[in-house]
Every structure is written in structure tokens, then in C-alpha cells.
């Protein structure tokens, strides 16, 4: 069972409409969480990324929200556009000793359609 | 600032060939990572060198595995002999924070296709 969980797997939406995106994790020691889009055919990019004091933290029309006592975290897209179409993955990160540590959730593939 | 850049973006090898991936990070970014995703899977975690140093290699998954970063800067992740199992997109990240937590998170290459048939 991975540690970082995604939900839904593949999510399809009509532009301008909004969704929210799921993450649960049990990675522990935490770090920091992150947000990533992945477009096809290119490397993930950041898109939020917050420490376990961090409730809410918002990019344009990305706004993540994390609650660290349930380890949950959302990601949700207001008034979608078609370029929003990719993976969204939820990272969640370790600090060890030597240096971060990431783990990747399988991630959301999202479609916005016409 | 350049991005990381990754060589080649798609390779196809028969099984038991060997392969060279290449990860050109940003300039001056100690931190260099090398990450997998297998078909269907999470991205995964392969090693991470401190310029030229391995720091953590404990995502290797077996001895056909060899990465190097000779003089900190490029790394090469070679695979002999590859197998089939080995097939899936080889990532490669950058960042300048080394023993703090980053906040300003990693850059990512596009990351190289790898096929075995």
C-alpha cells in the first residue's frame, strides 16, 4: 500500500466549472507537502507547498488545503481551463538526515473538456 | 536560469543492451536527484548525490544500476544490462537547498522515456 493515496484516479470536468482533488498520506516524520502538475511528456511543477503549520495555500486558481491531524490534504481548481488538463501529484516530504526524502502519489489525471 | 535538462527524451533498447540517461541540473545546484515511474506506479526515488557524493542511494533497485557525477555537475544513470522491468520514464530533479528543508521545492527535467523490448 503506497503511503501517499490519491483520489479520484481520473477526473473528467467541462471548462470553467470547478473540482477538488484528494490526497491522504501516513508518511511520517512529516515534512512539507506539495503539489505538483505534470503535463504530458514534461517533469512535474510545483505548484503549492506547505509545512505542517500550514493550513491553506493558494497559487492563482490552485488553492491546497492541508490538515495535518487527519494527514489530508486537498487541491482544488477554481473556474478550469483547458490547460489545467494533466497529472496532479501529492508529494509529501521527509526530512532525514541526509535531506529530503519525496513520496509521490500516483497522482490525478485530470481532463477539462469543452 | 536554464532548466534541468534531460538526454535523450526517448530511448528504445533491446533487453541486455546497455543505456547511458544524462541529467544536466541547474547551475550551481548541489543537490541532484534521480527518480523513476514504472508504468501504471508512483513516482519513485532513486539515489541523490551532494555534488559529486552519493547521499542516499537506498532507492537503487539492483546492481545494473550505476549513476555517477563525476565533478558535481552533469550525472549519468546507466542501466546494464537492461531488462524489461526497467522500462518507464527515468526523472531527474536539482535543488540548492542541501540540509534544510526546501521550500522552494525541486525542478524537475522532462525526464527520459526508457522502452525495453
Known amino acids: 500500500k503506497n503511503q501517499v493515496e490519491q483520489s479520484p484516479q481520473s477526473l473528467i470536468i467541462l471548462e470553467g466549472k470547478n473540482c477538488t482533488l484528494q490526497?491522504?498520506?501516513?508518511?511520517?516524520?512529516?515534512?512539507?507537502l506539495r503539489w505538483y502538475k505534470q503535463d504530458t511528456g514534461r517533469g512535474p511543477v510545483s505548484l503549492t507547498i506547505m509545512t505542517f503549520s500550514e493550513n491553506t495555500k493558494s497559487n492563482g486558481r490552485y488553492t491546497a488545503t492541508l490538515d495535518a491531524d487527519t494527514k489530508q490534504s486537498s487541491l482544488h481548481i477554481t473556474a478550469s481551463q483547458l490547460s489545467d488538463s494533466a497529472s496532479y501529484i501529492c508529494?509529501?516530504?521527509?526530512?532525514?538526515?541526509?535531506?529530503?526524502?519525496?513520496?509521490f502519489g500516483t497522482g490525478t489525471q485530470l481532463k477539462v473538456e469543452l | 536560469e536554464a532548466g534541468v535538462t534531460q538526454f535523450p527524451s526517448h530511448s528504445v533498447i533491446e533487453k541486455g543492451q546497455t543505456v547511458t540517461l544524462r541529467c544536466d541540473p541547474i547551475s550551481g545546484h548541489d543537490n541532484l536527484y534521480w527518480y523513476r515511474r514504472v508504468m501504471g506506479k508512483e513516482i519513485k526515488f532513486l539515489l541523490h548525490?551532494?555534488?559529486?557524493?552519493?547521499?542516499?542511494e537506498s532507492g537503487m533497485p539492483n546492481n545494473r544500476f550505476l549513476a555517477e557525477r563525476t565533478g558535481g555537475t552533469y550525472s549519468t544513470l546507466k542501466v546494464q544490462p537492461a531488462e524489461l522491468e526497467d522500462s518507464g520514464v527515468y526523472f531527474c530533479a536539482s535543488s540548492q537547498d542541501r540540509d534544510v528543508p526546501s521550500l522552494r521545492g525541486y525542478t524537475f527535467g522532462s525526464g527520459t522515456r526508457l522502452t525495453v523490448v
Open positions: 490526497c491522504n498520506y501516513t508518511v511520517s516524520p512529516f515534512s512539507n
Open positions: 508529494v509529501v516530504t521527509v526530512f532525514t538526515g541526509g535531506g529530503n526524502k519525496l513520496t
Open positions: 548525490f551532494v555534488k559529486e557524493s552519493k547521499q542516499d
